[in-house]
C-alpha cells in the first residue's frame, strides 16, 4: 500500500512558478509515478495526466501543454515526486494530484484511470 501526500499549491500570477512536492509513504520501488489535474468547475471531466515518470529508470513524460515549462523530478532517498511549473498560465488552474502505480499496471504513463494510488490533491490557482 503505498500513500501519497502532496504539497506546494499556492496562487501566483500568471508567468510566475511553483513547486509542488508529493510525499510517498510505502515501497515506490518499480512504479510509475505522476503528476495529474482537474480543472474546477469541471467535476465531470476526466484528470489530465501532466507529467509522470518511472522509478527504475527514470523516464520521463509530459503532456504537449506543458512540455518547456514544467519539470518532474524525483529524490529517491527521500521517497518524494517533485514538479517544478515555470511560465505558469491561467489555463493551469486546477487541482494538482498525485499518483502512483506499480510499471506491470501502465499501458499508457499519463492515463488517469491505471493509477491505484492517490493523494488528496494541493491547489493551483493562476490569476492573469
Known sequence: QVQLAESGGGSVQAGG??????????????????????????????????????????KTYYTDSVKDRFTISRDSAKNTLYLQMDSLKPEDTAMYYCAAAPWTIITRALSWSEYPYWGQGTQVTVSS
Open 17 to 58: 512558478s511553483l513547486k509542488l512536492s508529493c510525499a510517498a509513504s510505502g515501497d515506490t520501488i518499480n512504479y510509475y509515478m505522476g503528476w495529474f489535474r482537474q480543472a474546477p468547475g469541471n467535476p465531470g471531466k476526466e484528470r489530465e495526466g501532466v507529467a509522470a515518470m518511472t522509478t527504475y529508470d527514470d
